[in-house]
Structures are given as structure tokens and as C-alpha cells.
């Protein structure tokens, strides 16, 4: 067991020597702020705060997957956090050589998810985008902050880009608002569609789009 994770339920194939976390871990407390609707320092705008999904994170989780919540000491206060989600697994791709990210990793689902439903909220080390690591693989924007999950996150590091796998992707990145917190933070959503019978089938992998830029910085998929 790694110095990070003790006493920790993990997820099955969660690899050790990666912190989990069950919720953001900010590289110094103010950091938060910019995220918070309420607080003076929010950079989100009226128009941007109206047009984002209000989620209850919690509740939806226990309600749909009947999770249970962890404790971690290391959160900022009246922090709680986010229950292992039981509708998505980690795969190892060891025995799959034609994967494109074999021998790593892929997310996939336990159960067939809706359209638009959150799958899992991206959580890693927060720090401003001055500060994080152009070059890490995990790294996403959030306005002015970077959410890092190379050594330090949830679930969600362990999503594929969709190219060498499916056809489109069938989950995307979205920006929403956790209420739990009332604050916005970054989530990963199964595609939205009008087709009740779209949305990704139980043991599907689940792949968003990274985008071009991505790629064209790796030398692949240009
Ligand atoms: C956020 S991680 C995804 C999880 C990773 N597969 C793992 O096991 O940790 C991003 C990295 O996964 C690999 N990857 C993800 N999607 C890929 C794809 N479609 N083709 C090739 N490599 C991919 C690349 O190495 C990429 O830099």
C-alpha cells in the first residue's frame, strides 16, 4: 500500500502509486474562490453561471448508485467527499494489444448510462495555469485554474481519448455547478442526445474528445 492511500477504499485497479482523491485538492485554500458563485473573486459571469447544469453531486450519486460517502483528512473545511461512483470501472488493457493505450488504462461502464448524465466530476491538484505542467497528460483547464490528475485524482484520469477506439466520442468535458459547494468545477457528462436510446451501454468504454491540440503536441492523430 502506498504512503498516500491508507485506510482508503479504492477503486479496483487503481494504481498505487497515484494519491486518490474524492474531491479537488487546491495548492493553497484562496485558490477556491475564483470557482465559488457567491464570492467576490468568481470568474464566472451572471450568463455563464445560468447556462451551466446545477447539479446536487452527492445526492445524485447516492440516489443512483446507492455510494457511500468517504472521509480524507487532508480537505478544506465543510469539504466531504465524493463517493467512489459504482456505474464506472477501471480496465486494465494489458490483454488488449490493439488498444491505442495499451498496456495502461481505460474507464468503462458497469451500467447503461442516460444521455447527459454525469459520469464522474474530474478532481485533481489545483493550482493557477501559470503554475501546472504544460507537459502532464492529465492536465485540464478550468478558467484560471488547472486541475492536475497525473499524480494526485479520481476516476476521471483514467478516461480515453475517443481516436483509435470508437467512431465519435460518446462522453464529453462540461463545466457545471456542483451545489453541493455552489461552485463550479469540471465534470465528465455521457453525450447528450434527444434519443432515449442513445447514451453508453454497460461494459462500453467511455471516451471523450481531448481535442486536436492535444494530439498535435504528441505527434499523433494529425
Ligand atoms: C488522461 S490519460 C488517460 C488514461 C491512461 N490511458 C492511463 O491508463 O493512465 C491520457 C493518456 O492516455 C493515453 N491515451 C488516451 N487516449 C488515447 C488514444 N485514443 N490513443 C492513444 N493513447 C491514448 C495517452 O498516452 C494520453 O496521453
Redesign the pocket.
Known amino acids: 500500500m502506498s504512503k498516500f492511500n491508507n485506510n482508503q477504499n479504492l477503486p479496483k485497479n487503481w494504481?498505487l502509486s497515484i494519491k486518490y482523491v474524492g474531491n479537488m485538492e487546491f495548492k493553497s485554500p484562496g485558490l477556491v474562490n475564483s470557482l465559488l458563485l457567491n464570492h467576490k473573486d468568481c470568474k464566472y459571469n451572471l450568463k455563464e453561471i445560468e447556462q451551466m447544469e446545477k447539479i446536487r453531486v452527492l445526492e445524485n450519486f447516492k440516489k443512483n448508485d446507492k455510494t457511500k460517502t468517504e472521509s480524507q483528512s487532508n480537505l478544506l473545511p465543510k469539504q466531504k467527499n465524493h463517493p467512489i461512483p459504482n456505474s464506472i470501472k477501471i480496465e486494465s488493457?494489458i490483454n488488449v494489444p490493439k488498444h491505442?493505450?495499451y498496456p495502461?488504462?481505460?474507464?468503462f461502464a458497469t451500467r447503461n448510462l442516460k444521455p447527459d448524465e454525469l459520469i464522474t466530476p474530474y478532481y485533481g491538484f489545483v493550482t493557477t495555469v501559470e503554475d501546472s505542467d504544460d507537459s502532464s497528460?492529465?492536465c485540464l483547464r478550468l478558467n484560471c485554474l488547472a486541475i492536475d490528475?497525473n499524480t494526485i485524482g479520481n476516476l476521471g484520469?483514467?478516461?480515453?481519448?475517443?481516436?483509435?477506439?470508437l467512431d465519435k466520442p460518446n462522453a464529453e468535458f462540461r463545466e457545471f455547478i456542483n451545489l453541493d459547494y455552489n461552485r463550479v468545477e469540471m465534470g465528465i457528462f455521457v453525450m447528450k442526445s434527444k434519443n432515449a436510446k442513445s447514451g453508453i451501454k454497460k461494459n462500453t468504454e467511455i471516451?471523450v474528445s481531448?481535442g486536436k491540440s492535444?494530439w498535435k503536441t504528441?505527434n499523433?492523430?494529425i
Open positions: 494504481q488493457l491505442p493505450a495502461y488504462f481505460g474507464l497528460d492529465y490528475a484520469r483514467y478516461v480515453n481519448d475517443y481516436r483509435g477506439i471516451c481531448y492535444f504528441r499523433l492523430y
